[in-house]
């Protein structure tokens, strides 16, 4: 069973910056699609970023040239480098990740993928 870890949330102050880790044990040998959801109670979940194996990167319009997704394969993390956040970024943010030929040539922010971790909580406040 894949495992799916993320860290790095925190509470920051609208203009501040977060970097999230998103530790798993897919195979990075094989063909995969990686990406970052938010959630908050008031808003469905949401695609923020995603990533392929051929690092073809993906962003929600909303976090285009603020947000930035980048994968170490040595080291097996994803990382999710967040600038000039504002309030509106506030939300758990979970990572998922699946191997395939089919999670990867559909790649993107929306993609539901098979392996999700627990999230962990980003707080901006104004």
């Known amino acids: 069973q894949v495992q799916v870890t993320e860290s790095g949330g925190g509470s920051v102050q609208a203009g501040g910056s977060l970097t999230l880790s998103c530790t798993s044990s897919?195979?990075?040998?094989?063909?995969?699609?990686m990406n970052w959801f938010r959630e908050t109670p008031e808003r469905e979940r949401e695609g923020v970023a995603a990533?392929?194996?051929?690092?073809?990167?993906y962003y929600a319009d909303s976090v285009k040239g603020r947000f930035t997704i980048s994968r170490d394969n040595a080291k097996n993390i994803l990382l999710l480098r967040m600038d000039r956040l504002q309030p509106e970024d506030t939300g758990l943010y979970r990572c998922?990740?699946?191997?395939?030929?089919?999670?990867?040539?559909?790649?993107?922010?929306?993609?539901?993928?098979?392996?999700w971790g627990q999230g962990t909580q980003v707080t901006v406040s104004s």
């Open positions: 990533i392929d194996s051929a690092g073809n990167t």
């Open positions: 897919i195979n990075t040998n094989l063909r995969y699609c």
């Open positions: 998922a990740a699946e191997t395939g030929n089919a999670p990867y040539n559909r790649c993107s922010i929306s993609r539901q993928l098979r392996n």
